[in-house]
């Protein structure tokens, strides 16, 4: 009994001695509430915790505290819960929905209410959205407990304010996977040199979700299950304030916000935002910093200008965005010049800055209240002045691209109307500035170097041809996408079947009836055709598919056909006659059968695990074929003749010249190899094509060695460097539509992204230069002058490369974007399932 005793009393006695490391300002706490310690069996800081004992005990609290409840707002895609635990006083608790109602009314421009002080203050804390990026979720759990189980005046007083909501790891797959990894290298002791396994992951890391998407790009452009269940619970609470947890390379301090002085201006902002907001909590996040001893820096770096980040897309919602950066400790310990840097210290600073925005916003609980009811409504009156009533936009050959748009529209809450065929955004309404956000374009700055992209015009990813308008004609609104798409059912025939090249779901419709066994035709020319009672024309790429010569029986046929429709939604007519009306006739030598593509892309350490996550994600989300992902580490034992199509995307690609020729023996057989960015660089420069640079032409030619070197100040260095880089922009490029990677394009100009400075040069061959830049290229974001005219303006975007039999399609820029780029997204699926039906002509 003794023995029990004591051993009992030495149990919570350590246990408080290193959790008052954290929190010894907060007793006394609720000893029926068990601390992060008690229920997980170690003290926070010892080990990384996995994400399902994170939701384990975040659940636990919401069982044993009266303050707390947990909600699931969606799963991610390796299926780990997204969870929110909401803690407020037992009263607020229990009234919430009602006070949910009292707080919305400050959202809603039309309501006009001023009790700002009596409702709490809507706090999300948000934690780990970088997986790799730790201590967030480890000061989750501390900051769940402290306000759970805290009986301190302090924190009674913040319940009584504010409802937190706790996000602990908004994407848990990244972070399971960084876990794993500085846990299976954790030593006893630690190992604190930098050059140890454990503080070196290995590719892809965690920083991504699971398609090796960066999701603290994502809150705009919404394309996975993380950002859409959170973007629906968003706009469910409008929370006032929302922290954004990260950290930074070791040899740092800590930084919040304000941010960069000029960088970080969305022009569309008010600027009570960046000033007074900011400030206003900058300054308590000092005093709480140096109370501790932590160092710290702001205003120096950073910017806040895309509104995808998450401490900018509540910025745009009428709340307040706080960036936070920790230096990292990338394991348990190791040694920086600055120190050693521990993770209960990095811990324990995010711990601090997240007590500390609650602290803030309660005291500041009317002020942020009326600037978020000021923001909405001046959303209204601004709109008003504007001449732009609205924009007009819709695809009447692809659908699907045009539903896939107007759903990013209606998760971001925009109105949307349809009139006729076109759709409509009236721009007087509460969400005029994500308005502004999705169709306007910026060319002028105020600044010039971007911590990321400089263009964000989300209408231009999905190449919609959208115009503003100066009168309104709104017809019906549009309440979901279900309505958007409306094919008519295909008519059985026993000869012959078309399907339109020109709907986003057309390649994986493709693919679809491929892996059934049929055999599909690609039209290199345009026709016209009789289906049914109606003539039908018919553009490049249109898919023939003669009944006579499969090996199915025409009611096996048709049903293949009828599921195909039913899951992508795409035109498709039955004819009976292979002579054509106008144009070539179905039995043409310009239509040609499309074998079927075996796909591989080269992955693992020094190629860009983004890109190479957005092809995977493209290939799994949207075609729904399989793609093999082989490790450059194994490349001398992987036999390439397995496969019809190689993707190369930007990397660093140290490949030997036996392994150099591996690869164009294999394009030389009749293969396709696709490069993206950088690989077309490296094609270029190992001598894989015959194609030239331009900025290597030109520095050959004109590079004056006799010119004087202006000399510059040095301070200024990085600013001057830092504008050379092209951050990410929009450029309008003029394709060939006739040519086969343009197949299904009725727009000989369109957009694409352009985030690097790979300046390809457009191919001696005519026939080879799929895509060029305008001459007035530019549409959205910055770009030096020089960078524009001398080496923008003479470039080509596309270029395809003949090599023996095979060919090389050069991407010079990337048009899988984000998993965001609809527009140029089937430049890609066209080299992949079309890119072996490519000879390139020439006169030799
Ligand atoms: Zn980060």
Redesign the pocket.
């Known amino acids: 009994m003794f023995k029990k005793l004591l051993l009992l009393v030495l149990f919570v006695s350590t246990s408080i001695h290193a959790q008052d490391y954290f929190f010894k300002k907060f007793h006394p706490f609720n000893q029926s509430i068990p601390s992060p310690e008690e229920f997980l069996g170690y003290g926070i800081g010892e080990h990384h915790t996995r994400h399902d004992l994170i939701v384990a005990y975040l659940t636990k609290l919401a069982e044993t505290s009266d303050r707390a409840s947990i909600y699931q707002y969606g799963a991610t895609h390796e299926g780990r819960k997204l969870v929110i635990l909401t803690i407020t006083s037992p009263e607020n608790l229990s009234n919430l929905s009602q006070l949910k109602e009292q707080h919305l009314a400050f959202t809603d421009p039309t309501k006009t209410v001023s009790n700002y002080n009596e409702v709490p203050i809507f706090i999300n804390l948000a934690y780990n959205?970088?997986g790799n990026?730790p201590s967030s979720s480890e000061a989750a759990l501390l900051t769940a407990y402290t306000f759970a189980a805290s009986n301190n005046p302090e924190i009674l007083r913040y319940l009584e304010n504010a409802v937190i909501m706790i996000d602990p790891t908004i994407n848990p797959d990244g972070r399971d996977r960084h876990t794993q990894w500085a846990n299976t290298y954790q030593g006893t002791p630690n190992v604190s040199d930098p050059q140890d396994a454990e503080h070196n992951e290995y590719w892809p890391g965690g920083r991504t979700n699971h398609y090796w998407f960066d999701l603290?790009r994502d809150w705009l452009l919404a394309i996975h299950p993380e950002s859409q269940g959170k973007l629906k619970w968003f706009h469910e609470w409008y929370p006032n304030v929302v922290t954004d947890f990260?950290?930074m390379g070791s040899n740092a301090t800590y930084f919040f916000e304000p941010m960069k002085v000029n960088g970080s201006l969305d022009p569309i902002m008010p600027k009570e935002n960046y000033e007074d907001l900011n400030n206003m909590f900058g300054a308590e996040f000092a005093k709480a910093l140096d109370s501790i001893g932590s160092f710290y820096f702001t205003k120096e770096v950073f910017d806040g200008t895309y509104p995808g980040y998450g401490s900018s897309y509540p910025d745009i919602q009428g709340g307040l965005g706080l960036l936070f950066e920790q230096a990292s400790s990338r394991g348990h310990e190791q040694k920086t010049a600055f120190g050693k840097i521990t993770f209960p210290f990095t811990i324990r600073n995010q711990y601090t800055s997240g007590i500390t925005t609650v602290k803030t916003a309660v005291a500041n609980k009317a002020y942020m209240r009326k600037y978020q009811q000021n923001f909405f409504k001046s959303a209204l009156t601004i709109a008003g002045k504007s001449k732009i009533r609205g924009y007009e936009f819709g695809d009447a050959y692809d659908a699907n691209r045009t539903k896939a748009f107007i759903d990013k529209l209606l998760q971001h809450q925009i109105d949307v109307y349809k009139s006729g065929n076109r759709y409509v955004v009236p721009t007087k309404q509460a969400q005029y500035r994500m308005v502004q956000t999705m169709f306007e374009t910026y060319t002028k700055y105020r600044d010039s170097v971007y911590y990321d992209a400089s263009a964000w015009s989300v209408g231009n990813f999905y190449n919609m041809k959208y115009k503003a308008v100066n009168t309104l004609n709104l017809g019906e609104k549009v309440e979901s996408t279900e309505t958007v798409v409306s094919v008519a059912p295909v008519q059985k025939s026993d000869y012959a079947y078309i399907l339109d090249w020109d709907d986003y779901n057309a390649p994986a419709a493709l693919h679809y009836l491929q892996e059934k066994g049929l055999v599909l035709s690609s039209s290199f020319k345009p026709f016209t055709a009789q289906s049914g009672n109606n003539s039908k024309s018919f553009g490049y790429g249109a898919l023939v598919l003669p009944v006579s010569l499969q090996n199915k029986d025409s009611d096996e046929i048709f049903a293949l056909l009828q599921t195909a429709q039913e899951k992508f939604q795409i035109p498709m007519y039955g004819v009976d006659s292979g002579y054509s009306l106008k144009g070539i006739d179905l039995g043409s030598r310009y239509i040609q059968p499309v074998s079927k593509v075996k796909a591989a892309m080269l992955i693992g350490t020094g190629t860009r695990s983004y890109e190479a996550g957005e092809v995977w994600h493209l290939l799994d989300t949207r075609v729904h074929m399989p793609i093999t992902k082989i490790p450059l580490r194994n490349f001398n034992r992987i036999n390439l003749d397995k496969y019809t199509t190689l993707v190369m995307v930007s990397g660093r690609y140290n490949l030997s010249k036996k392994q150099q020729e591996k690869i164009k023996q294999w394009v030389n057989k009749g293969n396709t190899l696709i490069t993206i960015g950088t690989a077309s660089k490296w094609a270029i420069e190992k001598k894989l094509v015959k194609e030239k640079l331009t900025d290597v032409e030109r520095d050959s030619l004109t590079k004056d060695s006799t010119k004087i070197t202006e000399r510059k100040p040095y301070v200024d260095a990085p600013e001057n460097l830092g504008k050379e880089s092209v951050g990410g922009i929009i450029l309008r490029v003029d394709l060939d539509t006739t040519h086969p990677l343009a197949f299904g394009y009725r727009d000989k100009t369109i957009p694409v992204y352009k985030n690097n400075t790979v300046w390809l040069a457009p191919s001696k061959n005519e026939y080879a230069t799929v895509a060029k830049y305008s001459r007035k290229p530019l549409i959205d974001g910055f770009i030096t002058d020089e960078n524009r005219d001398e080496n923008l303006k003479p470039s080509a975007s596309l270029i395809v490369s003949k090599v023996g039999s095979g060919r090389v399609v050069l991407f010079a820029d990337n048009p899988n974007f984000r998993g965001s780029w609809y527009g140029t997204n089937r430049l890609f699926l066209n080299a992949l399932f079309l890119g072996n039906k490519i000879s390139v002509p020439s006169r030799d």
């Open positions: 959205v970088h990026e603290n990260h950290e």
